[in-house]
């Protein structure tokens, strides 16, 4: 009878930039970035939607003065393309126009039958892509579906590499092509 829930480490401070590979509004997912302004002054970000497929689409926010601006991802309307992130799995990329560093996260909801957000969890951005990535949590089998999701802001395609580690200590690799400006 519950809702879903989350909880979330806190940040050291704000950036410019911050990057989020998870998302999704697909089959009952609710998406929200939670975009946080402790400037006195009005910060301008601009939030670069990365899909999976199609070219990024690009909207800016203005933050106002020490406040916490939310974006649901699934209502938000583009000139042209209605709700086009109404059912898609998305990355982002968020940068601020203005030098006014804010903070970012993401939460994410499931409607769970006829219940609105009846699961949950959220994430801190983190603030630099980086090459190399350790993922400690992980599990398959037949009641979980493991996903690695990948965000590649820059314009070149990446030629990535997955070792995933076994309990025997043996492990499997995978070769994947990310495209530019995309998730995967």
């Known amino acids: 009878s519950g809702f879903g829930a989350h909880a979330e480490t806190s940040l050291s401070g704000p950036a410019l930039t911050w990057y989020l590979a998870e998302g999704s509004t697909v089959a009952g997912f609710n998406l929200f970035y939670l975009l946080q302004n402790p400037n006195p ?37 583009f000139a042209g393309l209605g709700k086009a992130l109404a059912a898609e799995d998305v990355s982002a990329v968020i940068d601020v126009q203005n030098s006014q560093p804010i903070i970012v996260e993401r939460a994410m909801y499931r409607d769970v039958g006829t219940q609105a957000f009846g699961a949950g969890h959220a994430s801190a951005g983190i603030t630099a892509p980086a090459t190399e990535w350790f993922l400690a949590e992980g599990a398959t089998g037949s009641y979980f579906d493991l996903f690695v999701l990948i965000a590649n802001p820059s314009a070149q395609t990446a030629q990535i590499e997955v070792t995933y580690l076994l309990p025997t200590g043996e492990t499997v690799i995978r070769p994947h092509v990310v495209a530019g400006n995309s998730r995967y």
Do not use: H
Request: net charge positive; hydrophobic share 30%.
């Open 41 to 77: 002054t009005t910060a301008e970000a601009r939030i670069r939607y990365l899909r999976g497929r199609g070219a990024p689409l690009e909207k800016t926010y203005t933050l106002l003065p020490q406040s916490r601006t939310t974006v649901w991802v699934n209502q938000e309307d």
